[in-house]
């Protein structure tokens, strides 16, 4: 096959207005682009690393530096580099994401096919997507949710001291459904108990980590005693066992910069779906690079959180789109499909 160059630079997302959950604010985040290209066609990738995995540009150009010049020589097919990815060590998940996300891009390219076709994807839309309301005044949430008004599901962030009065107050502005997010917010069974009882009676479509990760007796009682369904968000980050996992959530969110690979994500998602657990396919703030591969995964997904590109000012890509439900929708071009502005 051809010779391949790889290359990257950072990639610096203005967030159109600053994004706030449980462990802190972000005004720009620091992502990393990655291209591929055999001279003819290129492919795309991005890392969105994050501190709470941590990860960040720094980390994630350092992996890429070290990469082998021969890294992408005799290559057998499209399994091939996901594989030498896999055994790299010590990992920097989003970065492995990246490479592997634009070989695969130009992979589709080169055989002239939609990523999501090459993969018997069962079709190109995916689940309704949640939009997500970060933490503010319980006014400044309460507008964003009217600006917000064209979503079918918000995602709201939790995980404070002041939770009830924010969904009160959002119940005052909108009847819709809403996903919580505490982010590992509440320390106690307690505390998690008597949140669930609470918005049992909201409207309120399930919850995500509601503690912290690794409290997995605690975290088994809750979902004994939930109301509600519980996903996995920080609880999973691609090692732990599933087993674990279904025992003691219902759903379970995969996101590619966690898992560093679209391959294991596909794979997780079968081995998730066989152990009874729900599937859904998140991000983190990522442009329409890495969100229109995560848009490929929500197609055997059971719920899409694929907002990341809508909560930056400047997205340097096009991809994935919404249709009018709100629905998550690939390009129907070879590839992810993805093309710079
Ligand atoms: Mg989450």
């Keep these: 096959m051809s010779h391949f160059k790889l290359s990257f630079s950072p ?55 070290k990469l082998p010049d021969n890294f992408f020589d005799n ?43 090459l993969w018997d994807a069962p079709s190109a839309t995916g689940p309704v997507t949640s939009y997500t309301i970060g933490l503010d005044t319980v006014d400044v949430m309460q507008q964003k949710v009217r600006a917000a008004a064209e979503f079918p599901i918000y995602k709201v962030k939790l995980g404070t001291d002041r939770d009830r009065a924010i969904i009160r107050g959002l119940r005052e502005v909108t009847d819709k459904p809403i996903r919580v997010d505490a982010n590992e917010g509440w320390t106690t069974l307690d505390e998690a108990r008597a949140m669930v009882d609470f918005l049992a009676d909201q409207n309120i479509e399930l919850v995500e980590q509601p503690m912290p990760a690794g409290r997995t007796d605690d975290q088994r009682k809750l979902r004994e005693y939930s109301p509600l ?56 703030i990522e442009s329409s690079i890495a969100n229109t591969a ?48």
């Design 75 to 117: 290559v057998d097919g499209p399994g091939t580099i996901p594989n030498r990815l896999a055994h790299l060590s010590p990992p920097v998940y989003s970065a492995k994401a990246a490479v592997e996300m634009a070989w695969l891009d130009w992979w589709g390219k080169h055989a002239g096919r939609p990523l999501w076709e």
């Design 229 to 284: 369904p519980l996903c996995a968000d920080e609880s999973f980050m691609g090692h732990e066992s599933l087993d674990a996992i279904a025992g003691a959530f219902d759903i379970i969110n995969i996101k590619l910069m966690k898992l560093g690979s679209m391959v294991k994500a596909r794979a997780v998602t079968d081995e998730a779906r066989k152990r009874g657990l729900k599937v859904m396919i998140g991000c983190m």
């Design 11 to 65: 990639l610096d997302l203005r967030l159109s207005q600053p994004f706030t959950i449980a462990r802190g604010t972000k005004r720009v985040v620091n992502n990393v682009q990655v291209t591929i290209t055999d001279g003819t066609l290129t492919g795309y990738g991005e890392a969105g690393p994050n501190a709470r995995y941590e990860e960040d540009a720094e980390t994630v150009m350092a992996f890429l530096n």
């Design 294 to 341: 995560g848009a490929v995964l929500s197609l055997w997904a059971d719920y899409a959180d694929l907002d990341g590109h809508l909560l930056i000012a400047d997205d340097p890509a096009m991809g994935l789109r919404l249709d009018e439900q709100k629905r998550v929708v690939l390009p129907d071009m070879p590839g992810l499909g993805v093309v710079l502005r």
